[in-house]
């Protein structure tokens, strides 16, 4: 009753309409982008990496990924890792979320053996970030379960939570003092529902109300149990932080006659993951365990199908994590809807929702994703009442288009939605820390394959060597970044920074110049001057003037010229 009321009040009362008098950020706000190991990295079977529930899907099943595609290669950043450090350089980000390929790592999926290449490539990733004052956020699993593990039932195989358990051990060895924030899962929702409940995502497990909560439980013992690792034996000498990320849209009543209906998806959604973590109580939400247990009872089954945690467990996850890391992209419009009694769609008859959107919102490239800031807004708020205003990092928010170089349909998403951010952060006092747009790169965008588009840098997954290129939203995040304020930013007039060196007598052109972020680490077939350089790669200065000043127009194929003779191509 109390969280109806709390939404009767939310929709009746609505959050002030302010024009917000300045658009700067708090100090000490973060800012970051994100990308997922899987997404990008490639190297799909190379150097002893082990297959993953993903491998197998594309694989097996190409018919599941919209064009047919897999990450065998993606963006190739296995390969071109220091090319993507650059761009963190260039963008001046304050950390960079990725996530450990669990099979790259281990590729058994269990700890008897630790794939030294795996340990190389993740080692060098973060020594070049931490030599840049770029902190690593690291996801733990973002989707990428080792197949040797899900051959043995996954994430609804009890004894995942210490596989889990036994691979952070490993990870936290490694790198955690290097590491100033630590995931543990990035979204489970979608890694249980769509995975084990729809048969949409890897595994390709359709078994709807009965394996994705089956996979939730197991999941949020591996989050407690990797969380009290870390809080007994590497906090001390670390000094990180470590949180989990749950993904949302705002659940806007279609009228106001489904305010029940809002609260109770929130509740079945969000609240089956922040509930037991971040609530004081602990455990599922009331209205799950009810409406569950309910609808089990009346198909016959003689409990109920959400497995119970024990007074002991309730005590082991809640409360740990140190932030709430929040996914949001869009908002849906929701009223009651109760599923005929003979449906085997068990989880969405628990919720007994219709969801839907408004024609009229702008959209994206994707049909899910509309673009309707005011709900993110709305969702901080409740988040903010539902769990007592814990800390949070907005961990991904995107938008997504087919890949236009002059963005500005991104630079106004992200425009609206920073600004119904600090909205939040001003006006309703919301505890928001960090913000991190999703992606750095174009990639592999899970069954859509290549058919979205998310980056700031546009890649032509035609090439070889997977041309990387700015889009016009790289020089609005840089100078956001840099004001810690929403830039106004007049695309037609920015300048591009620019290097030019001399190169090689084994290339016909003797002169090119490329833009700065284009540049990677010690090239040696690259005649330049090497002072210059390290001052802008290595940030041995925080502004260095001749980067903005040094600017030259050439012509597109003399810069994929100027690249390519840089690749070695």
Not at 229 to 246: A, E, M, P
Request: aromatic letters at 14%; a negative charge.
């Amino acid at each position: 009753m109390l969280y109806v009321l709390f939404l009767t009040f939310l929709i009746n009362f609505p959050l002030p309409e302010v024009e917000t008098s300045s658009s700067d950020f708090p100090n000490n706000f973060l800012f970051g982008v994100a990308t997922a190991s899987y997404q990008i990295e490639g190297g799909w079977n190379a150097s002893g990496k082990g297959e993953n529930i993903w491998d197998r899907l594309v694989h097996t099943h190409p018919e599941k990924i919209k064009d047919r595609s897999t990450g065998d290669v993606a963006c190739n950043s296995y390969q071109y890792y220091l090319e993507d450090i650059s761009y963190l350089a260039y963008l001046g980000v304050h950390y960079y979320r990725f996530s450990i390929s669990w099979s790259r790592l281990l590729p058994t999926g269990f700890t008897n053996y630790i794939n030294p290449d795996g340990v190389k490539y993740y080692t060098d990733l973060i020594t070049h970030m931490f030599r840049l004052n770029i902190k690593p956020m690291v996801t733990l699993y973002h989707w990428d379960l080792p197949q040797p593990l899900q051959d043995l039932g996954g994430w609804t195989n009890p004894l995942m939570a210490k596989y889990f358990e036994d691979y952070a051990n490993v990870v936290f060895d490694l790198w955690g003092k290097y590491v100033s924030y630590w995931i543990t899962f990035n979204e489970p929702g979608e890694v249980c529902e769509t995975g084990y409940g729809q048969g949409i995502n890897a595994p390709n497990i359709n078994s709807s109300g009965i394996a994705d909560y089956l996979c939730g439980r197991t999941l949020l013992l591996a989050h407690a149990r990797a969380y009290h690792l870390y809080n007994s034996k590497y906090r001390h000498q670390c000094q990180g932080q470590i949180g989990i990320t749950i993904s949302s849209p705002w659940y806007e009543p279609k009228n106001k006659t489904e305010e029940e209906a809002s609260e109770r998806v929130l509740q079945m959604e969000f609240g089956w993951w922040a509930n037991p973590i971040f609530s004081k109580k602990g455990d599922y939400p009331d209205i799950m365990k009810e409406r569950i247990e309910k609808f089990s009872l009346m198909d016959n089954f003689t409990e109920s199908r959400l497995p119970k945690f024990t007074k002991a467990e309730v005590r082991l996850i809640r409360g740990t994590a140190d932030f709430l890391g929040l996914n949001h992209y869009t908002t849906n419009l929701v009223s009651c809807y109760e599923l005929p009694e003979n449906t085997t769609d068990y989880r969405k008859k628990d919720i007994g929702v219709l969801k839907e959107q408004d024609p009229k919102w702008e959209s994206s490239s994707l049909a899910w994703l509309k673009v309707v800031p005011w709900g993110f807004r709305k969702l901080l708020y409740w988040i903010k009442m539902q769990y007592d205003n814990p800390p949070v990092y907005i961990t991904e928010n995107g938008f997504a288009d087919r890949g236009e170089l002059n963005d500005n349909g991104r630079i106004n998403y992200h425009t609206a939605y920073l600004r119904s951010m600090l909205d939040a952060i001003k006006y309703d006092q919301c505890n928001i820390k960090a913000y991190t747009i999703w992606s750095l790169l174009d990639n592999m965008e899970w069954t859509d394959g290549y058919t979205a588009k998310f980056g700031l840098y546009f890649v032509d997954f035609n090439n070889p060597s997977r041309r990387r290129v700015a889009k016009s939203s790289v020089e609005f995040y840089k100078l956001l970044i840099r004001s810690q304020q929403i830039p106004v930013l007049n695309l037609e007039t920015t300048p591009v920074p620019m290097i030019c060196f001399n190169l090689t007598a084994t290339t016909t052109t003797t002169e090119a110049c490329i833009p700065a972020y284009m540049l990677k680490d010690m090239i040696p077939t690259v005649q330049r001057d090497t002072t210059l350089m390290l001052l802008y790669i290595e940030k041995l200065e925080k502004e260095t003037s001749w980067v903005e000043n040094r600017s030259a127009i050439v012509s597109q194929s003399l810069i994929y010229a100027a690249i390519a003779h840089v690749r070695g191509e």
